[in-house]
């Protein structure tokens, strides 16, 4: 038997994601209850999510889980949950850092904590890496801002800026920033970059994959040799950077680098894992920008203009292009190449507010939801 269930929730674009966001008290604590009622809010698994809120991709089929924290360092605590469209997986293995920037709007719409002045510096403890990153949302006439003129690429139109910075993150999911110890790896017989700077990622020269970097999403994920040789090297990397078996996980993300184009430090086209991003993630793209200052790197062996440190606190500013445009981040790097403070800036806009209605098992609907 199967019944509707009536879950109070926002859809809400965050950076260039889009999702449910969800109050950690309206769903349930068992977690398989939870990953059910998740799946069928999304329509999954159903590679068109028809039934469903899903967006038929994974980025428009993501998940926040927000609620009150009390940690003396946070104000908020953000569960980031992907659910996949084609299969009933919910996994919590990584951070997504878009739709983090909808973690701080959130929250003040919904009185998880108090507005302070004009802007409202929302300290957000990311469980899934257990992480601080504090977002600075608009909050003119105690009420927050969404409309403005911030632009990012692969977002139309203009909206209110929501800056990030981003603490403690190097090597958040595996341990160390480089968590093989070593700046290259040679894994399938190609050299690699494995790196955790808030996201593990490999990076690996486009052109030791025989393509030019230029390549669209799409022409990209219609390769099967080369999607074939990618999951070979993700597969392998994995356990070396100290993630386990990876086949059904999220991570580490693939990241193909090739020169840049249009004015950045290096172009990007990022597997995530299977699907290839039409922009990139936030926190991949922090991965990539901290590889280029790594010396010895494959991406710094590409990357143009990427140099910086120093004791001073000074911001090195890198703009990593990506398929629909550039991401500019910003890295507080010292001497001894330990990276103090990432930042960049986000922006995002409640789209709907509500309750989404869920068929669940017998199982999860007997769970009480307040």
Not at 26 to 38: N, V
Not at 123 to 143: C, K
Not at 227 to 252: C, F, Q, S
Not at 346 to 355: C, I, K, P, W
């Amino acid at each position: 038997m199967t019944a509707q269930r009536v879950v109070p929730c926002a859809v809400m674009r965050g950076g260039t994601s889009k999702g449910l966001v969800f109050r950690a008290a309206d769903l349930p604590t068992d977690r398989a209850a939870r990953d059910a009622l998740l799946c069928a809010a999304m329509g999954s698994p159903d590679p068109r999510q028809i039934d469903g809120m899903g967006g038929a991709h994974p980025l428009t089929s993501k998940v926040a889980v927000v609620g009150p924290s009390d940690r003396p360092d946070a104000d908020v605590e953000y569960l980031f949950l992907q659910v996949w469209p084609d299969r009933p997986v919910v996994s919590d293995g990584q951070n997504c850092g878009n739709m983090l920037a909808a973690v701080g709007p959130f929250a003040l719409d919904n009185g998880l904590m108090p507005v302070a002045g004009d802007v409202t510096a929302v300290r957000i403890f990311m469980r899934n890496t257990g992480t601080v990153a504090v977002a600075h949302v608009q909050t003119p006439q105690g009420r927050v801002r969404y409309d403005g003129t911030a632009h990012i690429d692969g977002v139309p139109g203009g909206h209110a800026p929501i800056p990030i910075d981003f603490l403690d993150i190097a090597g958040s999911s595996c341990g160390a920033m480089l968590p093989t110890g070593n700046a290259v790896d040679v894994v399938d017989g190609i050299r690699v970059t494995c790196i955790d700077n808030g996201m593990p990622v490999v990076c690996i020269a486009a052109e030791d994959l025989g393509i030019t970097g230029a390549e669209s999403p799409a022409d990209l994920e219609a390769d099967a040799t080369l999607t074939a040789a990618v999951e070979r090297i993700r597969l392998a990397a994995g356990p070396l950077m100290g993630l386990g078996d990876v086949g059904a996980a999220t991570t580490p993300k693939m990241s193909l680098l090739a020169p840049p184009r249009h004015g950045g430090a290096i172009s990007t086209r990022t597997f995530i894992p299977h699907r290839v991003h039409e922009a990139i993630g936030v926190l991949g793209a922090v991965s990539v920008a901290t590889a280029c200052l790594v010396p010895g790197s494959v991406a710094a062996a590409i990357a143009v203009g990427a140099t910086g440190g120093g004791t001073d606190g000074g911001a090195v500013e890198l703009d990593v292009e990506h398929p629909s445009g550039h991401f500019t981040v910003s890295l507080d790097v010292a001497a001894d190449g330990a990276v103090r403070r990432a930042g960049l800036l986000r922006t995002a806009r409640l789209l709907m507010r509500g309750e989404v209605l869920v068929l669940v098992p017998a199982t999860a609907r007997e769970e009480q939801i307040s």
